[in-house]
């Protein structure tokens, strides 16, 4: 059966990028006031908070974040919890919310996620986020997310034939795509042959292939069919959710070039939802690397494995073609504050289906969905998101 | 070698230059990296087994950009390497330029090594056969 309760009635960002003289807190509260106050919808009526940050503990140094942040946006005293999963942290927050709601314990709640990445330095950031691959046996011997994504790279390449041009050509489209959108962090084109450029970070994947290290927030508004109407015309209903693990080491995979948490997540999704593939309309994918939106786009089902790369060169993920992937510009050109993407992705869905892209804006927007995974794909989270006059 | 195997003999193996795997005692899959459960049959019993060291290269990448630990060995080889027993471990591979890599076979059969670093850690390495 479908969910039919869970509506999201607001969602919004904060400019993604380095942040400098915005804190942790700050950030947060900038993209609760913009999903809340702004939006006409008073703090009192949230009555719990789901909020996704990731390693906060060595990124600004501090722990028990939920309270901390909602007491800074002018939330406190309701429940507030901080949901880990790396970089599926936003939409573990999010799924948490929407079973609290589904439940019928809250009809409104706040979903948000945010980090403040930029205030260490990039080779502290970059083992911050290595904690979120395993210690023991993978990051000890010096595999870095970089190379967990070279690594699948490779074996794409090598069974399906994909090129470094195909991963630069995704890069491309990133940049496009962000390139009118004033919260992304790079809003500029790129080339071709800039995006090849062979700075090397781990074979075959280039600097362009990466995602940046970003400061930001976002954070959306969920409540219950009953009350929505009064604060919106317009809600997006979460029809679907879907959740998966997998195992942590890429070494105890037999497949690297697909993602299993990722196609266990989202066919639980679209079997909630009672919807396919065929019946999305676009994708928001979790294209921490060039490849990873590669193997998203068929793990998810829009294309079938080994065909996302000639998906990408026949422009069917660009924003005008059949298939759109990440119409704002994606982590790769928006950015990528850890705890803060899930929401944003959330939040990029909410504006597109309700036609508020602007120049971003897909043709298609009925239906679609969104794909957040964290680490090494040890985390996936999926859903399937509707409006509702749709 | 009857004991309950643990995650820091496994480790502790490699910087002595010893590799060994966990092996299901109820199936007999061999472990490695270590599992608290075995992957076959459930089982949470597990105890040591000697491979082969043969085995087949899976996948690579070359690490260029390194965290701070690592950033005197870039660029240096990761790989996935599948034993010859069935499991699959990650690490370092030798014998070939880290600026060629599209001349790394994959699917040949490697064997099983120790790359050092300057403090003396061992790291779990494959070569060409
Ligand atoms: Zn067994």
């Known amino acids: 059966m479908p969910l039919n309760n869970t509506n999201i009635v607001s969602a919004a960002q904060t400019k993604f990028g380095a942040l400098e003289g915005v804190s942790l807190r700050e950030m947060f509260a900038e993209a609760v006031d913009k999903a809340t106050v702004d939006a006409g919808i008073p703090k009192k009526d949230i009555q719990a908070a789901f909020i996704g940050t990731f390693i906060p503990e060595m990124l600004v140094h501090q722990g028990h974040t939920a309270p901390l942040l909602l007491d800074f946006a002018g939330l406190k005293g309701i429940p507030a919890t901080r949901h880990e999963d790396a970089c599926a942290s936003g939409a573990t927050a999010l799924r948490a919310a929407v079973m609290a709601i589904e439940s019928g314990m809250y009809d409104t709640v706040l979903v948000a996620g945010a980090e403040k990445m930029t205030s260490v330095s990039t080779n502290k950031a970059t083992e911050a986020l290595a904690a979120a691959a395993d210690d023991q046996f993978e990051s000890s011997i010096g595999l870095t997310f970089p190379g967990v994504f070279g690594i699948a790279a490779v074996a794409h390449m090598q069974k399906y034939g994909t090129t470094e041009e195909d991963m630069a050509l995704v890069a491309v489209k990133a940049h496009k795509n962000a390139s009118t959108n004033p919260l992304a962090q790079f809003q500029k084109e790129i080339t071709l042959e800039k995006a090849m450029t062979p700075r090397y970070i781990a074979w075959p994947l280039k600097l362009f292939d990466c995602s940046p290290i970003s400061d930001g927030a976002a954070a959306l508004v969920l409540t219950s069919t009953e009350k929505a109407k009064q604060y919106t015309d317009l809600p997006v209903k979460i029809t679907g959710t879907g959740q998966a693990s997998a195992s942590m080491n890429l070494c105890d995979r037999a497949d690297l070039t697909s993602f299993h948490a990722s196609v266990d997540a989202s066919r639980q999704a679209y079997k909630m939802a009672g919807l396919e593939a065929k019946d999305m309309d676009f994708a928001v994918v979790h294209d921490c690397f060039t490849i990873a939106e590669i193997i998203a786009s068929e793990d998810i089902g829009f294309f079938k494995p080994g065909e996302g790369a000639k998906a990408v060169r026949e422009g069917t993920t660009s924003r005008d073609g059949d298939k759109p992937i990440n119409p704002m510009g994606g982590l790769k050109a928006v950015g990528h504050p850890v705890g803060a993407t899930g929401v944003k992705q959330a939040v990029v869905v909410y504006r597109e289906l309700i036609g508020d892209a602007g120049p971003n804006q897909v043709s298609n927007h009925d239906t679609a969905i969104m794909h957040n995974f964290g680490g090494t794909g040890a985390s996936c989270v999926v859903n399937i998101l509707r409006r509702a006059d749709a | ?129």
Request: proline share 7%.
């Open chain 2, 1 to 129: 070698m009857s004991e309950k195997p643990t995650v820091e003999e496994y480790l502790q193996n490699i910087q002595n230059g010893q590799f060994k795997a966990y092996k299901c005692v109820e199936c007999g899959m061999v472990i490695a990296p270590p599992s608290g459960s075995c992957y076959g049959c459930g089982s949470s019993k597990m105890e040591w087994t000697n491979v082969s060291g043969k085995g087949t290269l899976v996948s690579f990448t070359v690490i260029h950009v390194a965290p701070d630990e690592f950033a005197e060995e870039a660029p240096y080889y990761i790989a996935i390497v599948e034993l010859e027993e069935g499991t699959r471990v990650s690490a370092r591979l030798l014998g070939f330029d880290p600026l060629k890599p599209e001349e790394v076979p994959l699917g040949s059969v490697v064997i099983l090594d120790y790359e050092i670093n300057k403090t003396g850690k061992k790291y779990l390495a494959f070569k060409p056969a």
